[in-house]
């Protein structure tokens, strides 16, 4: 476990504290199951060997503060009955606030393209492990207004775009929550270059920096007008005060313009962010 300390400063506020996770990714599966999904739940946790521990280390970590827990995603690592369980339980115990992942709709990860009739197939059951709406909502702690949105499957969709600007429309500084970053250029390098990957898993790269993208990963990565749209607003916004996010499985920081900073993490790090 990692544990990184962040300070965001947003004027005429009382200092307050919360908890920064991301892709967790439990992997659990059971006799609820057909037996693909019990082989794929100990072949996936090969992967993610520290998501059960990290689920403990938080709670004992949080255990006097109590501070409110922001999740940008993917805490449960495929669907599955004994996930939702254990999702729920957390949920339950703790104060969590969460924007979902692309892995809380995968059935077996990877079988097949993700897009909105996937999702939906299992939407309803997955919401149920939940307090918030996974897919949009929003929630105002100490007078700042966090703002989680499943941009999961790279994009936004009408509904998500409206959502958020109704809430950058109300007298309150926002900080919203993620999945997937936002592209800036210095990230993309980062994945590029000095990682070697073959497509940067950022939502809105320009078409010219997507020409070596598999199809796959094109079709699946291309914005729409909407998610277009959403980018612009969230970089030209000033209620926008910090962006925290995941998906990419490291810690990183990121100017997208002068005063709006963007936060990834990792999948072992708690991000203790301090707003003052």
Same mark, same amino acid.
């Given at each position: ?10 004027e005429? &506020? ?14 659990l +599966? ?20 520290? +998501?059960? =521990?990290m689920?403990k ?6 255990? *006097?503060?109590?501070?409110? &827990? ?6 449960? /690592? ?5 996930n939702?369980?254990? +999702? ?13 992942g ?9 079988? #097949?393209?993700?897009?909105? +009739? ?15 709406? &996974? ?14 949105i ?9 509904? =998500? ?7 950058t *429309? ?8 993620l ?18 990957n ?30 277009t ?13 910090? &962006? ?8 990183? *920081? /990121? ?7 963007q ?5 072992? #790090? ?7």
């Amino acid at each position: 476990m990692n544990i990184l300390k962040t300070n965001i400063h947003i004027e005429n &506020i009382s200092p307050f504290t919360i908890l920064h996770l991301s892709d967790t990714h439990l992997c659990l +599966a059971d006799e609820r199951n057909d037996e693909k999904k019990i082989k794929l739940a100990k072949s996936r946790t090969e992967s993610f060997p520290q +998501a059960e =521990q990290m689920i403990k280390h938080i709670e004992e970590f949080n255990k *006097e503060s109590r501070h409110t &827990i922001v999740h940008t995603g993917d805490l449960i /690592d495929f669907v599955s009955f004994a996930n939702l369980d254990a +999702a729920k339980e957390f949920t339950d115990k703790n104060d969590v606030f969460m924007a979902a992942g692309n892995h809380e709709f995968s059935l077996y990860v990877g079988e #097949t393209f993700e897009d909105t +009739a996937y999702r939906n197939q299992s939407l309803d059951l997955v919401q149920q492990a939940f307090k918030n709406n &996974i897919r949009y909502s929003s929630r105002i702690i100490n007078g700042v207004n966090f703002v989680a949105i499943d941009n999961s499957y790279y994009l936004f969709d009408e509904k =998500q775009l409206n959502f958020l600007k109704e809430q950058t *429309e109300r007298p309150f500084p926002v900080i919203l929550l993620l999945h997937t970053p936002l592209y800036t250029e210095s990230l993309y390098t980062h994945m590029m270059n000095n990682l070697h990957n073959s497509c940067a898993y950022l939502m809105n790269v320009p078409t010219e920096k997507m020409t070596m993208y598999s199809d796959h990963r094109l079709r699946q990565q291309t914005a729409d007008t909407t998610t277009t749209q959403a980018y612009d607003l969230i970089i030209n916004c000033s209620e926008i005060k910090a &962006i925290l996010t995941g998906h990419l499985h490291f810690d990183y *920081e /990121d100017k997208i313009t002068d005063t709006l900073t963007q936060y990834v993490t990792d999948c072992t #790090t708690i991000r203790i962010v301090t707003f003052k």
